[in-house]
């Protein structure tokens, strides 16, 4: 079994995960809280990869983060190499892709808190952001491991879009979709068949994970 | 130190427009039927909600100043309030709540002696009665050294012998307390009980006749009435 490509998907799902529940939180969090104009507009467009074929979020990516890409340009200039084709460009092209799925349950989360709680915060003395750690955090738990549970899941099912930037160079940007769908083209069904059946467990005890804080959540 | 108040607001079904003070160690009860705009006053003092005009003073420090641009945020205005409900945090015991923002932990050991709660300390909010919870809200407020204690219908969602007994324990508190104290309420036992000075509030205006109507059953109008109703009641317990 392509225990590389296994690996490869975990530290990408993991990363992703990690990081997409820091850039998600505040984003969640005005969301939640806010209203401004254009609001709807943000709010829509942080949903959009939800909405688009991955392969055109792959394309998108492709074209930025190209050698002569904006943000290929300023990463070539910092460091001398390419986004395309590595685990940094499909860690990015991960985080994108995920992102709705970081934000829509964190959100719902802070939005069930009731204001009075906030307000009688900053009675107490807390600023916005004391708030938000002290009040609104802990109180949102359950919503944000449901956020993190998510993320992980949708992270390692990701195909097209890693494809598309990352390509399949083992070690670096090869992940078990992309070992799975490769071994299929090659005919070695045993080996896509390991593959396969080893995401099954997986998936299925974060979904119970994932009911089970739902249902703490409600109680 | 004096709270002083002269607010105006534009709200939906009348203009808010009234002036009032309140001295160290008064309690000084609001009292009003329903919607009449107690609570956006009181919102007002703690700095959640802004007047479209006026000023508010407490002592020779300026909290609001409609002309001046002034408006102190609420964590600075450094008051205490509690609501009716909801000012406890639900993850944290009774005691961290307490202690949420206490100038020194210690006493705070103290104030649930004094409160008789010192058997929940380890409680989260939903694990105890209404009347435990507004306790403890009571002691998380005090822990602050509030410089002004406001207290929003504290007693009205419990039933009507604990809110008695709390009634009493706030009246013998209130000797320890050296700061202005408002309570707002809509029964007219609570205010009589507890007041040193009665500002009745009606449609976001003044009203000294207003007691005097609902207890006396003179002119009916009838938003008066409706409020009317539940006062009377509680004068029958």
Redesign the interface.
Known sequence: MDYLALYVTLKLAFVTTVFLMVIAAPIAYLLAYYHFPGKSLLEALVYLPMALPPTVIGFYLIIVMSPKGFVGQVWGSLTGGSLLFTFLGITIASIIYSIPFAVQPMKAAFSKIDRRLLENAYILGLSKRAAFLRVIIPNSVAGIAAAAVLVFLHSIGAFGVLLMVGGSIPGETKVASIAIYEAVETMNYSAAGMLALSFIPISYAFLLLINKLNRDSLS | MTISASIKRRLKYYDLDLSFTCATNKMMVMIGPSGGGKTTIIRML?G?EKPDEGQVIFGDEVWFDSERRINI???K?????V?Q???L???LNLLDNAA??AVEKKEVDDLFELLKISHLKKRRPHMVSGGERQRCAIC?ALA?HPRLLLLDEPFSALDVVTRRGLREELKSLKGRLSCPIIYVTHDIHEALFLADEILPVVDGKIDRGWMQRTITREPGEAVQAKGAREPRLSLVY
């Open positions: 703690a959640l945020t609420p964590q205005r450094r008051l205490g309030y609501f409900d909801y000012n945090f639900p993850h949420f923002a998380q602050r």
